[in-house]
């Protein structure tokens, strides 16, 4: 699968938006992760892409999401490893995250909201200038952006990053596309 084949599929099966730019940002961190850790940068970050590919043909249905999407991936010639971390990265399916790869994209998923929403609270709405302290700050507000889950993003601990670390990479991950996330 090359980026411009799964971007296609993205394109043929998700109409939001904001959704695509979600799978983006989780790109553009599992890329970071990948090059943190020298693993495969293109197998993770394709991962990252594809990962939410059968949001809308599931509907949200927590039951079906995630499933389709692996079953998705592997038409689209994923490794098994690909579709073992798109399977395990929603919870209700009660499948523990196993490799590193499955755990990069458990807790990176969420990091992409927390720090959207850091952004857009700002006066200027960007990312340029919104700093790592501000995003950590925010992070401890449970009230805010509730929908990213705290304690899916702590569990970068399994992958043997500090929290303090985990945000930086992610935010100086989403600066790099923030053109193409509107940040
Ligand atoms: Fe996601």
Redesign the pocket.
């Known amino acids: 699968m090359t980026r411009e084949e799964a971007l296609d599929s993205i394109r043929a099966n998700i109409e939001n938006k904001n959704?695509i730019k979600?799978?983006l940002a989780?790109e553009a961190i599992m890329r970071a992760l990948a090059r943190r850790f020298g693993e495969d940068e293109e197998e993770w970050g394709l991962t990252g892409l594809i990962?939410?590919i059968d949001?809308e043909l599931t509907g949200g249905d927590m039951k079906e999401h995630s499933r389709l999407g692996a079953d998705l991936a592997r038409e689209m010639g994923a490794s098994e490893a690909m579709a073992h971390a798109i399977l395990c990265?929603n919870e209700t399916h009660g499948i523990p995250c196993e490799t590193k790869l499955d755990k990069a994209l458990f807790c990176a998923?969420?990091l992409?909201g927390l720090i959207t929403a850091a952004a857009l609270v700002r006066p200027d709405n960007k990312l340029a200038n919104l700093e790592a302290k501000s995003v950590r700050k925010r992070f401890k507000e449970k009230a805010f952006a509730a929908g990213a889950n705290r304690e899916q993003i702590s569990k970068c601990s399994e992958i043997g990053l500090e929290l303090d670390e985990f945000i930086e990479l992610g935010l100086e991950a989403m600066k790099e596309i923030a053109d193409d996330l509107g940040l």
């Open positions: 959704t979600h799978m989780t990962h939410d949001m990265h998923d969420p992409t």
